[in-house]
């Protein structure tokens, strides 16, 4: 059975946390913005979504929700687990065909409403069953919208860097070395590292940190695991050794990333 599993509303005062790309195994992710504009990184490719777009995450989907500057951002987001559609595996909502940014159009009013519905009830009390069927509802009237507001997806052309962060994004937990990386994709080092800085902006091996890091700030932000149990999640052995590269990579601790942003 689809499950709610939660919503949240993110305010332009809030728009700005720090967020690095990460994946949803077991869930899809629907985002509305209801306010402001904003830049996102989906699988590797770079969207600006503004008032009235949802933005559609299947499960396993790595993406970096505030991947740029963004104009008073505000967006409401709503995860769902056990999602079966037809024609789609468990936990797709996105038929591959489409862009993960579809307009609201004409039912602006209607989904926000559907949003804002969907957060009164998750905070009633004896309510989480009706917030439940809302949200199917939700996903209902997405469904019916591909058809007239869908947009065609950018075509992928594959090249070495994207099949590296393709290697990357599937053994960042590993103990993968730059050498590993080169081999995956028949290359040197030198050439990977020359390339892939080229395109994506970054080294490789800085591409791995920033996988690590926002798989454990999903982590952080979304369970109640220990910070042992997320370093060893995010491919770290060492706890404190984690703490000492989320500290430098964000300025803060895990604990005090915890504290700050699931208030």
């Known amino acids: 059975t689809p499950r709610l599993e939660y919503i949240c509303n993110v305010g332009a005062d809030s728009s700005t946390m720090p967020r690095s790309m990460h994946e949803h195994k077991n869930l899809v992710e629907i985002l509305f913005v209801d306010d402001g504009a904003g830049i996102f990184i989906i699988d590797g490719e770079r969207y600006t979504a503004k008032k009235g777009d949802l933005i559609l995450y299947n499960s396993g989907s790595v993406h970096d929700e505030f991947g740029g500057s963004g ?3 505000s967006t409401y987001c709503v995860a769902i687990s056990n999602l079966k559609l037809v024609n789609l595996p468990v936990n797709k909502i996105l038929p591959d065909e489409y862009s993960p940014i579809m307009p609201a159009g004409e039912y602006f009013d209607e989904l926000l409403s559907i949003f ?3 957060e009164r009830e998750s905070y009633r009390p004896n309510c989480a069953e009706t917030a439940n069927y809302l949200s199917l509802a939700l996903v209902s009237k997405i469904c019916t919208m591909f ?3 869908g947009q065609p997806r950018r075509e992928k052309i594959p090249t070495l860097s994207s099949m590296a962060k393709d290697f990357i994004d599937a053994h960042y937990t590993e103990n993968i070395k730059l050498e590993d990386i080169a081999n995956a994709v028949y290359t040197n ?4 590292s020359k390339v892939f800085k080229a395109e994506i ?3 490789p091996m800085r591409y791995v940190i920033l996988r690590r890091m926002g798989e454990a700030q999903n982590l952080l932000i979304n369970t109640d695991m220990t ?3 997320i370093a060893l999640s995010v491919g770290y052995n060492n706890s404190n050794y984690f703490q000492n590269v989320f500290k430098d990579f964000m300025h803060m601790t895990p604990k005090e990333y915890r504290k700050r942003w699931t208030k």
Do not use: D, F, Q
């Open 71 to 73: 104009n008073n951002l």
């Open 116 to 118: 804002k519905a969907i």
């Open 147 to 149: 058809e007239t507001h």
């Open 189 to 192: 080092v030198y050439n990977l």
């Open 201 to 203: 902006g970054i080294s």
């Open 227 to 229: 910070i042992t149990r």
